[in-house]
Every structure is written in C-alpha cells, then in structure tokens.
C-alpha cells in the first residue's frame, strides 16, 4: 500500500482454473467521505484494449456481470486514503465471480449454426468501433461493448453501417434499426426492482442528460448528417430507418457509474440491421427530404404515403398537387396515425406536428407560407378519414364533402412538420388524390357533359365519354345521362366513328339485326350501361342509328345527312365502386360534304304513293326517310308490295323500313317485290293505342329505304279513322229482344277488310283504294251517285200525277158506267115488253 491510497490489482487466467472467486472482507481507508467515483471505484480494463479510464463506484445490487472481449482483463480496485476509525464505518467490500467460456458457447454474443450474428468489422486503433457491410445476406447486430454484460465506461463507440448498391437505378437502398425485445436494450440509468417496469420507456432527446448513457443515430456517414434520434432507457426500439444508403450510430458512456443492473435485463443493447429498398419518386423536389410536386398528366390518381424513412426533428414534408387547366383536386386521408406522446415537453409549442391544407400554393415559390390554410390540425387533432375507401374486397359509399377536400382552382397543397422525430415517435399518413376534369371544352351551361358540335367550329375532332369521377357511381351518383349532338348545314352530312367502348361488367349485349341494318342492345338490366346513336331529319322525329353497349363491335361507323345527329351515353344504377374506368368510349367525328336530297319527303292528304328507286343517281339520297302525316284523329295505313323481311319467298337485299310515331324500333320490316302476289299492310303507330283527345298527338309513318341493289318499288298508303263503336249502355239500347242491334253502322265509307273508315272523296273516285275494292263496287257506288233528293221530289210529283190521273180514270169510268145504265132504263121502258116485264131469274126454257 501506498500512503495516499490502496490499489490492488487481481488478474485471473485459464491457467488456474475455468472458474473462482476473490472475497474481500474489508479493506480500511483514510481520509474523509468521498462523493461520486473520486473515492472508492473499481476499473476494469483489457489489456489488448486502448486504456478507457472509465470506473464503477456507489453500492452496487441485481446481477452485474462483464464479459470480456479479448482473453485477458486487469481488474483494479482502487481504495480513497482513510483515517482512523472510519474502518467499521465505511468499509470497501466486494466479491467477484469469474468464469472461462469458450467461444462457441457465448451464443447471446455470437449467435448459433445458422444463426450466427455478424458484429460487423473491427475498426483498428479503436475501442469498439465497427464497420457493417452485407446486410441484406447477413445477420447484421450492433452490440454494445461486452455484450450481454456490463458495456465499459467512458467509451464512445462508432457503427457505421453501409449498404450495397441498388439492382436497380429508380431504387435507393436504406437501412432499417430496429428491436422489437425490450429486454436487449438497456442504456443509461439502472433501474429497481427485479424486472421490467411498466413505466420503462426509451427517453430520447433532452430527457437524455449528461452524465447519462445514450446512443446518437444519424441519417448518413457522419456526424455532419441530420440527427435522427438521441436516446437512452429500457424499451422495444420501432424501425428506425435512413434516408440513404448509411446509417451512423454512436454510443456515449458516461465516465462513471454504478453497478446496479436488472437481473432480468441485459446490460447494453443489441439492434438488429436490415437492408431494404425504397422507390425512388421522380415527384421529389431537388435538395429536399420528402417534399414532392405531383402533376396530374403523371397519372389521373394516386395515394402519397408518409416517408418509409426516419424524419428528424423540426422538419417539414410539402406536398403540391398541381392540375391541368380545367383540372381540380380532390384529396382525403386513407390513413393518419400518430403515436401520443406520454410526457409533455416543458418548453411551450403552440402547435406541434402542425398538418395544414391549402386551396393553392406553390412549394418552389414559397407561396405556401403567405396563404391561409382551409384546414389545419396540431397536436392531438386529426384530420378526417375516410377509412373505408381502403377496405378491400367490399363496396363501400364514396368519400363525402366532410371527409374530403375540393380545391377551387387547379392546385393544392399539404404540410406536414415533424416538430418531433418519427423514429419514437412515428407518424403515418396516407393522403389520396385525384385530378377531376370538371370543364368539358364545348360542354352545354347547365349540363353535366352534354356537348354541341357544328361544322363551323371545326370540321372533324375526337370527342370521348367525361372522366369526372363525380358524374360517377364512386362520386356518389347512380346514374349519368350524356348528349353529344352534331348540327349539319345544307349539303353535309356527319359521319361517326366509334372507336373503342368499355363497358366493364355490363349485363348487355349488341347485336346486329340484318333487316333493319340496325345494331341492337339486348337484355338491359340495372347496372347496365348503353350508347345510343339517333338523327332527326325533322324537328321532332327521331330515329335510331344503332344501339351498343359491349365492344364486340367496336369500330363501328354510322352516317346521317339528316339536320341533326345525337350520341347518347346513358347508365343506370351504378354501384359506389365504378367510375369513367368502367364506363368510357372513345370517338371520332367528321362533317362531309354530300349531295343535298331534294324532292318532297313530308307528305299528307287522304292518299297517295310512294316511288322508291335506288339507282346511281340517287344513290346518296336512298337513305334519306320519307314522312307521312295524318291529320287530327286520323291514322295512316299503308300497303307495300312484297313479304315479310324474314320470309323465305324473299328474292332480294332490299328492305323497307318502317316506323311508327311513337316507337323508337322499326314497326314493320318489308321485303318489296314488284311482282308479288302478297302485300304487307302497316298500319300507324296511333291505330291500336288510345288516343288523348285532350292533348292529340298527329300519328305519322317513317319509311327508310335500305337500298343494296338497284329496283323501283311503289308503295300506296291510305289516311283511315276508326269506326265510332258505340258504348256499351248504347249499344244495349240500341238491341231488340233478340239482342239484335238495331241501328246502322255510322261509317258509310268503311273498308271492310281494313275495319276502317276512308274519306268521302275517295269513294267511288274511279280508283280502288280499299284492299277489297268496296269502295268502287257499283252497288255502292248507284248508291252514291243518284240524285236523291231529287228523285224523291219525282217521286212525290209523280204519285199526285197518278193520284190524279186515277181520280180522272175513275171519274171516267163512274160516268161511263151511269150513262150505260141509263140507256139501259130508257130501253126497258121503251119496250115493255113481256120479256122485260118476267122477272130477272126468269128463263125462257120455263115459259114454255
């Protein structure tokens, strides 16, 4: 011993034994009470080491055990100088424990078969410093000092953990730190008790004061690069990720410190290191972190998710959303997660982690900070989410206006500071967006996507179904209803293409009806989507073009040289999961120069034919439809020669078409022959409904002309009215006990094959208008053609003629007859004879 103080030394090798103990029962000291590790200490050093200097003092308790990272250790206690008396008082005691291990029993340390852990690469001339590489393949663990026992003290250690290049350019490689035991970390002050408590955290930032144990990671190489996280304590430490391909981490002791540790705990730390890939954004702005400039012709939607990486302290990530011209944004939060903090920092922050939204805003300009935020959250506050648009596998109702933001104008904004570090403290967030197309160039005011096109405008273009997603299911509508009319001039005609249609999931199907040339859709259910190509050749008459709603046609042309032409896009009962994605088409317009049609196509009066031909010269006119118009009250019939389109006595292409008033589908589809022995009879749309005499419509007949072959066809028709059929309490009036009805038909010019009445004119006109010829049946026409009223006037004169004629020949006849008698008297008494005198019974055969 030496007279300031005592030191002694104990060195223990393999040589004498694997395992022992030194006791020590008291060793006396001098001078006064010593504070701290001035006094009393013991140091423990590795003489294949560089001198650390550090030392261990105070009572220690619990489990406190050191394992060696070399073969030899120097063990010192170091003794204060004592005085007198002070020996029973304050007494230095101790008692250790040693033990050889081989290596390949240190399995905490080292790892075992397959799971060997890589400690990483010595750093020469250092304490303890290492160098990681590999990662990705290896079982990368950076270990304190002597793990899993007592880490040295007065030590400062570097991991340096480096990846690998990336297998691809648009991929960054980052390192992840993470340990998910809270019994492998263990830093800083020791806590009591035999295990864990539930109120051991990891402290970070100033919570970890000098002369406290931590570790500092950094976000690069070196000590220069942002600090991502200062801490000390005992829990499970989350992800911890880089930004960049190396991670730094140092770890600081103190100069001294106590030997009192958990039993139940290791002594220092152990974190595990993984290589993992991140994508790299081409929205990034240049020189920073994570702020992004999204443009939408990058792509129509997306989702930007809150950095894979740790963010430092007091740093903000800017999102700016920046739409075309007639382009808004529509934005709502998928996810927003943030863990809350269990202490409060003394110092004062109005608002921390402050997430704000902007209508507008430029990150490039700085305009952001000028500009007041239409929404804004701190602290414990959180956006609104809208959680089930994310919930896979079922449809759910769209986002409302209170969960989600709508910029007015073509850009929009979001903040995001991380006023504390998210490697404690992580904060997750998914933000949606969409670019919505609400201006349609040449859309009708007051319409969602109807839209006018005229050759005066441009000539030919390309015009698709809208893509603003709230005209859709998933905007919240059910049902969307779109015009796209084409207006023609004299001489023009409009041809359409149409080029692509997707109809995802629709219950219907086209299909082609060669009679009438027409494309069908069949079998409409809800949910079903149609496009609908019309032309009105007169204002107010409509006919159909064609009908899809499948693309097993698609291309497919249509031509009109009517005066207007309307594509119509009509869905029903669309589910809260579709948009423009499943319903869309695509198609092109061109406004053609074409023949004008002249000649009388509207047509009236109580008959008349019709003279189709389809030769060259009427070739682009054959299309064109005639209109026949019948006048109030009335109907219109109409007699082709030939058979029904599906007939097998059918001899050619050529069909005749035609439609009613008040059908939007061909009535009648005729296949004409000159030389037929049947005839079709069509009869107007108005003929078998009931008419409403308060609002009467005029009934019409449609003909189109499907000319494939050169011919020449007449066609009469025939303007009829119906029979006036009495009503039932009449009609039992009218009948006779027998049941017999009494009264005459009120129609006196009715074709009876037809059940229907003609005009007057045309009976017994010298032509046969009546399928049976009653109208020119001589009977009927005597009938018509006698002077009635004038014959009965005859007739009346004629009967006082003979009246009185009779009354004379029967004057005549009287006197004739007296003037008989009378010679006959005077005879009588002239002769007096006795002949005369007999009786007048009296003969002469009873004279004699």
């Known amino acids: 011993m030496e007279e300031e103080g005592e030191e002694d030394k104990y060195r223990a090798t393999e040589g004498g034994g694997s395992e022992g103990s030194i006791i020590n029962h008291g060793i006396r000291r001098s001078g006064g009470h010593v504070g701290g590790c001035e006094g009393d200490h013991v140091s423990l050093e590795e003489i294949k080491l560089p001198t650390r200097g550090g030392r261990w003092c105070g009572q220690g308790s619990g489990l406190n055990v050191y394992y060696t990272e070399t073969d030899t250790l120097v063990l010192t206690l170091h003794a204060a100088a004592t005085t007198q008396g002070e020996y029973f008082d304050n007494p230095l005691r101790f008692k250790i424990k040693y033990k050889f291990l081989r290596r390949e029993r240190a399995v905490v340390r080292y790892g075992r078969g397959s799971g060997t852990k890589y400690r990483g690469e010595p750093v020469r001339n250092s304490e303890c410093s290492r160098v990681f590489q590999g990662c990705r393949a290896r079982q990368c663990r950076l270990q304190s000092p002597n793990f899993p026992g007592l880490y040295p003290r007065n030590v400062t250690c570097y991991y340096l953990v480096k990846a690998l290049p990336a297998p691809s350019p648009n991929l960054v490689p980052v390192i992840t730190l993470s340990q998910g035991?809270?019994?492998?970390?263990?830093?800083?002050?020791?806590?009591?008790?035999?295990?864990?408590?539930?109120?051991?955290?990891?402290?970070?930032?100033?919570?970890?004061?000098?002369?406290?144990?931590?570790?500092?990671?950094?976000?690069?190489?070196?000590?220069?690069?942002?600090?991502?996280?200062?801490?000390?304590g005992t829990a499970t430490i989350p992800n911890i990720t880089s930004s960049g391909p190396e991670m730094l981490v140092v770890f600081e002791t103190a100069t001294s410190g106590m030997m009192n540790h958990l039993p139940n705990l290791v002594a220092g730390f152990e974190l595990q290191a993984h290589i993992l890939f991140r994508k790299m954004s081409s929205n990034l702005v240049p020189n920073s972190l994570c702020s992004q400039v999204i443009k939408s012709f990058g792509g129509n939607s997306g989702t930007v998710?809150?950095?894979?990486?740790?963010?430092?302290?007091?740093?903000?990530?800017?999102?700016?959303?920046?739409?075309?011209?007639?382009?808004?944004?529509?934005?709502?939060?998928?996810?927003?997660?943030?863990?809350n903090r269990k202490q409060v920092l003394m110092s004062y922050m109005p608002c921390?982690?402050?997430?704000?939204?902007?209508?507008?805003?430029?990150?490039?300009?700085?305009?952001?900070?000028?500009?007041?935020?239409?929404?804004?959250?701190?602290?414990?506050?959180?956006?609104?989410?809208?959680?089930?648009?994310?919930?896979?596998?079922?449809?759910?109702?769209?986002?409302?206006?209170?969960?989600?933001?709508?910029s007015s104008g073509s850009s929009m904004a979001v903040t995001q500071q991380f006023t504390d570090a998210s490697t404690l403290l992580p904060l997750k967030y998914a933000i949606h967006y969409e670019f919505v197309m609400v201006t349609q160039t040449g859309r009708e005011p007051g319409s969602d996507c109807?839209?006018?096109?005229?050759?005066?405008?441009?000539?030919?273009?390309?015009?698709?179904?809208?893509?603003?997603?709230?005209?859709?299911?998933?905007?919240?509508?059910?049902?969307?209803?779109?015009?796209?009319?084409?207006?023609?001039?004299?001489?023009e005609a409009v041809r359409l293409k149409i080029t692509n249609v997707g109809f995802r999931g629709n219950m219907c199907k086209t299909v082609h009806n060669a009679q009438s040339n027409l494309y069908e859709c069949i079998a409409r259910l809800p949910g079903s989507a149609v496009l609908e190509v019309w032309e009105e050749p007169w204002q107010h008459t409509r006919l159909p073009l064609g009908c899809m709603c499948d693309a097993?046609?698609?291309?497919?042309?249509?031509?009109?040289?009517?005066?207007?032409?309307?594509?119509?896009?009509?869905?029903?009962?669309?589910s809260w999961a579709q948009d423009f994605n499943d319903f869309f088409f695509d198609a092109e317009y061109e406004f053609v120069k074409m023949k004008e049609c002249v000649g009388e196509r509207i047509l009236n009066g109580s008959t008349g034919a019709i003279t189709i031909e389809?030769?060259?010269?009427?070739?682009?006119?054959?299309?064109?439809?005639?209109?026949?118009?019948?006048?109030?009250?009335?109907?219109?019939?109409?007699?082709?020669?030939?058979?029904?389109?599906?007939?097998?006595?059918?001899?050619?292409?050529?069909?005749?078409v035609v439609y009613g008033s008040h059908t939007a589908r061909p009535i009648k589809s005729v296949c004409p022959e000159n030389n037929a022995i049947n005839s079709i009879d069509v009869f107007s749309s108005g003929w078998n409904t009931v008419l409403d005499y308060t609002e009467p419509l005029q009934d019409c007949l449609i003909i189109r002309y499907l000319a494939r072959s050169p011919a020449k066809y007449t066609m009469t028709w025939l303007e009829?009215?119906?029979?006036?059929?009495?009503?039932?309490?009449?009609?039992?009036?009218?009948?006779?006990?027998?049941?017999?009805?009494?009264?005459?038909?009120?129609?006196?010019?009715?074709?009876?094959?037809?059940?229907?009445?003609?005009?007057?004119?045309?009976?017994?006109?010298?032509?046969?208008?009546?399928?049976s010829g009653a109208d020119e049946q001589r009977t009927a026409c005597l009938y018509f053609t006698v002077p009635w009223l004038y014959l009965a006037l005859g007739g009346i004169a004629i009967i006082v003629i003979l009246v009185i004629f009779t009354s004379v020949l029967v004057s005549v006849r009287v006197y004739q007859r007296g003037k008989v008698k009378r010679k006959k008297k005077k005879e009588a008494q002239r002769l007096m004879t006795r002949e005369v005198i007999l009786p007048l019974n009296f003969h002469k055969e009873t004279i004699y």
């Open 181 to 232: 035991n809270d019994r492998l970390v263990h830093v800083g002050r020791q806590g009591h008790g035999g295990r864990v408590s539930p109120e051991a955290r990891l402290r970070q930032g100033d919570e970890c004061r000098a002369p406290e144990d931590y570790m500092l990671v950094y976000d690069g190489g070196s000590m220069k690069s942002p600090l991502l996280s200062k801490m000390c």
């Open 305 to 339: 998710l809150s950095p894979v990486f740790s963010m430092p302290a007091n740093t903000t990530c800017s999102y700016e959303f920046q739409g075309r011209r007639g382009e808004i944004v529509w934005l709502y939060f998928t996810k927003y997660y943030r863990v």
């Open 352 to 406: 921390r982690n402050r997430l704000a939204i902007y209508n507008r805003g430029s990150i490039s300009n700085s305009e952001i900070e000028d500009t007041k935020p239409v929404a804004e959250f701190c602290d414990e506050q959180l956006p609104p989410i809208c959680i089930r648009s994310r919930q896979k596998g079922t449809v759910s109702k769209p986002c409302t206006a209170k969960e989600s933001y709508l």
């Open 450 to 491: 109807d839209k006018v096109f005229t050759s005066t405008k441009e000539s030919r273009g390309h015009f698709s179904s809208p893509k603003n997603v709230f005209l859709f299911g998933r905007g919240g509508k059910s049902s969307l209803s779109c015009k796209y009319t084409f207006q023609t001039k004299p001489g």
């Open 552 to 574: 097993g046609v698609a291309p497919a042309t249509f031509l009109s040289q009517t005066r207007l032409v309307q594509l119509r896009l009509a869905i029903k009962d669309m």
């Open 614 to 656: 389809s030769n060259a010269e009427s070739g682009e006119c054959n299309g064109f439809p005639w209109k026949i118009m019948a006048r109030e009250h009335s109907h219109l019939y109409l007699n082709i020669p030939g058979y029904h389109a599906s007939s097998q006595r059918c001899s050619t292409d050529n069909r005749v």
């Open 720 to 771: 009829v009215r119906r029979e006036p059929r009495p009503s039932a309490l009449e009609s039992l009036k009218s009948s006779d006990a027998r049941g017999h009805h009494t009264s005459a038909a009120t129609c006196p010019h009715l074709c009876p094959k037809l059940d229907a009445c003609i005009n007057p004119e045309l009976w017994c006109d010298g032509e046969k208008h009546c399928p």
